[in-house]
DNA sequence: CTAGTATTCAATAGATTAATTGAATACTAG
DNA sequence: CTAGTATTCAATTAATCTATTGAATACTAG
């Protein structure tokens, strides 16, 4: 039965584009927004040789698609179905390796605190007015979509904005994912200048694949 | 920032579990019933020693779990979020791999012709009686766990059972997932003896996965 | 047409992986 | 206690993978 074998070798390709560290870093940062070759090894701290090669067995399997515009190849995540397949690899790995929750618990330590917002409810209340949403991503992702009203505050400007936060109304911070410490780090803060804050269950990616409304700057 | 570094890896390792055709055709089969290691090396073809290794590696990173019973070691998928990562695994190779399309269309040639029968329309024809519906699995695999009212008729023995079925009503087949040959085969060998038959869409990992019920034969 | 930039290619070394083989361990049945 | 069975361990080989380096390619701006 060579057609079984071959099947699951396939299904293999997959399962090895998935099986290193930098690519899946990468895949989280494409999942934000589309980048180029240099501008993901800037940011995951690769050089871009090694960039350009994981970019290329990403594409290779399907994960991501690239198109030249101008000087730069920009890459993007190929669809929806690849944020999910993310979001369940993460949601497997929490749940059954037990190392996986030791760093959790380590360094997000907000995580035992309170549990997230979940989306659905969180759209509800921004309809209402009832919360302010800050995006605590760097500018450039904010700016390719960002949750309907969500005000964008990178990490590092944080601490010199707080207080052009109304205090009064309840806060939920997101960022890039349900691991990605910009939120965790946020929450800590808000909460010390004694403004209610919480995170918002997931980040961007899984909002917008959730088929949820996005907001772009024009 | 070591925290990303580390939490990456670590998802990755469950990556690598999922980057062999062998493991994912052990985690196939252990997604039907749980299984002992030498019953798992006759059905994969694999030697024991090498089975026996592949299953340490799933072990390694939670996606089954093991225990012995008597004189053998059982293992066993180790929850429903795993059979959702593979079937996720599955659709996005599907959509996303030319590879992978071109076998499917190769080899499963009923595919094209009907579209898979859904689940839930399944279990309501079920329940009024309007349908047969055939588990084309090994009996082990059927004694396991099956649709609710489902026969079974293992792939070698359909042929000479063709004539014990009701060809009045319809049937639809199912066997271990979307990729399983068997019903395939099956809706085929049906169609030519005059029956009106489809298949159901996904396998019984799938049903099972998704809460429908299922039968026990005690 | 030329200089400069972004990306990819090619070659390499060190590490990891799959499969094979044979031995070691753990346990059960008699 | 012994023989037999099921599983795991250990050692080996061939193949594959990651990251580095430096060169090659493709393209744009001037």
Redesign the interface.
Known sequence: ?S???????????????????????IL?YLAQTERSVDDLAKVSGLSVANTSQHLQQLRQ???VTSSKIGLKVYYRI??D??V??LK??????E??????NQ??NT?LTVKDELEPVAREVLLERVKQGLVTVIDVRPSEEYLAGHLPGAINIPPDELEQRLKDIDSQQEVVAYCRGP?C?YSFNAVQQLRNAGIQASRLEGGFPEWKSAGLPVELTV
Not at 3 to 25: M, T
């Open positions: 039965m057609f079984k074998h071959d099947l699951f070798s396939q299904f293999a390709r997959v399962g090895k584009a998935l099986s290193n560290g930098n690519r899946l870093e989280e399997v399907g994960l190929a669809g179905d690849v999910n397949l369940l690899l993460r949601e497997v790995s749940r059954h390796l037990a190392d996986v760093l959790v360094y691991h410490v």
